[in-house]
């Protein structure tokens, strides 16, 4: 009997586990998860907790729930995994042996690796993260009865979770300032890393008004120092500083701390692999599925649901003994709530960046690519039926796992 | 992709004028473009353009970030301020004749 390990039942690792239990021999392999708790939280819905658009408790589901009866899950923090004997320690001594590995266990937000980020006294008193449960849940009380001031979206360094979700905050979060007639009384700024808020020349012409509109200011290739919560100012390594009386960060996101302690991360925790396979480029039984590789896509959950449609085959080929064919191509597929009951869709890969078009049919979308629509808003909210009841089950979805072309329109240079 | 020269080299650059085929440069390219952008190539500006290039190749081409020249090049963040003013990821990727670094939208 051979053994496939599965670490984490999120995303990547649910999805991964019941797809492969389905086309795995039952007498030949055992598929196994594990993870730390029994909380599977939707994680795009933490976007909308500080607004009241979602309630905290309308995100978290069993993970027992979803991973398919013949999986069994087993609970338990991870120690290390010691990929020469093939095994996976957990901290209760428990030891698993395997043949096959997936590590699925994502990114976390990291606060201390900022100094002054999460100082007693601050961190979730006016410094908050929106990225975990507790953050946007803490978020959400604060923003109940906030009078205003100045409000900094700060992003600490690339590669986060979902990347448009800052923007997506921010977006929100002008709205429901003006909503709540309060607009006036908050000073706006958006802080990131990277040379502008939008990189891509086609998002940049298209969504770049969206931040002067909004008068929202910008303030780019900021690479932050830390938070001097005393005078409540933002310090970067060129000494600017960015005053806020309500800070809400993005902390640098990390790969989970077993992965360096096993020896099996780069500098952020992420596991090495082929881009196109999520095989490990270190050790020929380990894969890397979701938030938890360094491949150069978004950290995604439909990143992670493409990469899986593919990685199953390859999966299939490889303990086979033969070439493995398919080759992801990160297309990820994320929309962008833009604020007002309307999104924007994308829908990109390594070599393309995001196109203006239809999608997912040319001509007749019915979704609209790179522009504002209250439709592509529904199609948003409508997705967290789908991620429980078609994604998480393994069923198919009518989205093809590489990128089409098909409705893009590209322009003429 | 546009064509232009540069000391005597044809190559391929980007609307922003960032070189787009990474066997195109050379060391005297690189003194060139950071000429162009007011930069003087020393020995310590050299030091974190090399690790760019070196990374990228090894990386499967993905440029990389500010804070991984720091924790993993071992370069000061600070003086990498000072040898690139204000925007030392976009400029060393320029030198370097690297992609800038970009989000996904």
Known sequence: ???????????????????????????????????????????????????????????????????SDDIPVVYGDIDRVDAEACTVSLVDGTVLPYDQLVI????????????????EGSWYVDVFDFYTHEGTTKLAEKLRTWKGGRLVVQIVEMPIKCPVAPLEF????????????????????????LPGAFTKPLCSSRMGHLLTDRDIKLESDYMVERID?????????????????????????????????????????????????????????????????????????????????????????????????????????????????????????????????????????????LKESKLNHQGKLAFRWAYWNVLMPGRPMPIPALMSMSGKEVPVS | MPVTTIAGHEIHVDDEGFMTEYDEWSEDLGKELAAAIGVEMSDDTWGPIKFLRDDFKAE??????????????????????????????????????????????
């Open chain 1, 1 to 67: 009997m051979k053994n496939l390990l599965v670490l984490g039942g999120g995303t990547a690792g649910t999805m991964s586990a019941n797809k492969l239990r389905k086309v795995l021999p039952s007498e030949e392999w055992t598929v196994t998860v594990v993870d730390k708790d029994d909380h599977h939280d939707y994680q795009p819905g933490y976007l909308f907790i500080p607004f009241g658009i979602y309630q905290p408790d309308e995100v978290t589901k069993s993970r027992r729930k979803y991973i």
């Open chain 1, 104 to 119: 699925a266990t994502g990114v976390t937000p990291r606060p201390d690796q900022t100094p002054g980020m999460d100082d």
């Open chain 1, 170 to 193: 921010a977006f929100l979060a002008e709205a429901f300032f003006t909503q709540k007639g309060m607009r006036d009384k908050v000073e706006m700024t958006y802080v990131t890393p």
């Open chain 1, 229 to 369: 919560t005393e005078n409540k100012v933002v310090v970067s390594y060129d000494e600017r500083e960015v005053p806020y009386d309500l800070l809400v960060t993005v902390p640098l996101n990390m790969g989970a701390d077993f992965v360096a302690r096993s020896g099996l991360g780069n500098e952020l925790n992420l596991v090495p692999v082929d881009k196109h396979t999520q095989l490990s480029k270190k050790f020929d039984n380990i894969w890397a599925l979701g938030d938890a590789n360094d491949i150069p896509a978004s950290k995604a959950g439909s990143v992670a649901h493409f990469e899986v449609e593919i990685f199953v085959d390859n999966f299939l080929e490889h303990v086979a003994g033969t070439p493995m064919t398919g080759a992801f191509d990160g297309h990820a597929n994320c929309f962008i709530e833009t604020g007002y009951g309307k999104a924007m869709l994308i829908d990109f890969n390594y070599d393309t960046e995001p196109l203006p078009g239809k999608f997912p049919y040319a001509g007749v979308g019915p979704m609209s690519l």
């Open chain 2, 60 to 105: 499967g081409g993905h440029t990389p970030t500010l804070r991984r020249v720091s924790t993993v090049g071992g370069f000061d963040t600070k003086k990498l301020f000072e040898m690139f003013p204000k925007k030392p990821a976009k400029k060393m990727a320029y030198i370097a004749g690297l992609p800038k670094p970009a989000g996904c939208v």
